[in-house]
């Protein structure tokens, strides 16, 4: 069975530096792994995603991803932290057959501080 | 990108009653439709995945009797909380898959139940 494991519950960073949020991933074969954020009281918005190709993806709002198959290892990161960027943020995994859910970790609370 | 609407977004009900949950996809045809449940500050747990025109397919520990998941056709899902108990209290959160082949799932905005 399939699991993300994000390690840190929050994360703090200064407003214009850069933010790593940490996502690690088992799964079986090759996975599409994804990341979203989600606001108080909303659903999930989409940031990436990973299906195959360049290992460093680039996403909304200027937040970017690298897979790392040998460390299984799919880390969020930005250059220069917004305080708009404070919210939490889910890393999810798909088994690539079929109609298949998402797999979430327990997600991590970023907060940006100005 | 494909659109999914949840309605309603919030609801308040009494204990005891039923409450529907709707999940439209908008532009697109939902092959599969998945609904998610969250407790505060958690994560989301899977609760059932719903392929149009089948019997929805429960995970482990969801009362399929409690939780009534109907998907009759390829843009709605409904997901109908009976006999609501404050424990059911909970953001729900539905999304959608179609024959494109993507990736990644399509969320609806959410549903927030209050059960007094």
């Known amino acids: 069975a399939q699991s993300v494991a994000q390690p840190e519950d929050q994360v703090n960073v200064a407003e214009g530096n850069p933010l790593t949020v940490k996502c690690t991933y088992s799964?079986?074969?090759?996975?599409?792994l994804f990341w979203y954020v989600q606001y108080p009281n909303r659903g999930l918005q989409f940031l990436l995603k990973y299906i195959t190709g360049d290992n460093l993806v680039k996403g909304s709002y200027g937040f970017e991803a690298e897979f790392n198959k040998s460390q299984t290892s799919f880390h969020l990161k930005k250059p220069s932290a917004l305080v708009s960027d404070s919210a939490l943020y889910f890393c999810a995994v798909r088994v690539p057959s079929g109609n298949t859910p998402l797999v979430f970790g327990k997600g991590t609370r970023l907060s940006v501080i100005a | 990108g494909a659109v999914v609407s949840q309605h309603p977004s919030w609801v308040i009900c009494k204990s005891g009653t039923s409450v529907k949950i709707e999940c439209r996809s908008l532009?697109?045809?939902?092959?599969?439709m998945f609904w998610y449940r969250q407790f505060p500050k958690q994560s989301l747990m899977l609760m059932a995945t719903?392929?149009?025109?089948?019997?929805?397919?429960?995970e482990q520990g969801v009362e399929k009797d409690k939780f009534l998941i109907n998907h009759a056709s390829l843009t709605l899902s409904t997901l109908t909380v009976t006999s609501a108990h404050p424990e059911d209290s909970s953001f729900y959160i539905c999304?959608?898959?179609?024959?494109?082949?993507?990736?990644?799932?399509?969320f609806g905005e959410g549903s927030r139940l209050t059960v007094l």
């Open positions: 532009d697109f045809q939902a092959t599969t």
């Open positions: 799964v079986s074969g090759n996975p599409y």
């Open positions: 999304s959608a898959t179609g024959t494109f082949n993507t990736g990644e799932l399509f």
């Open positions: 719903s392929n149009e025109g089948s019997k929805a397919t429960y």
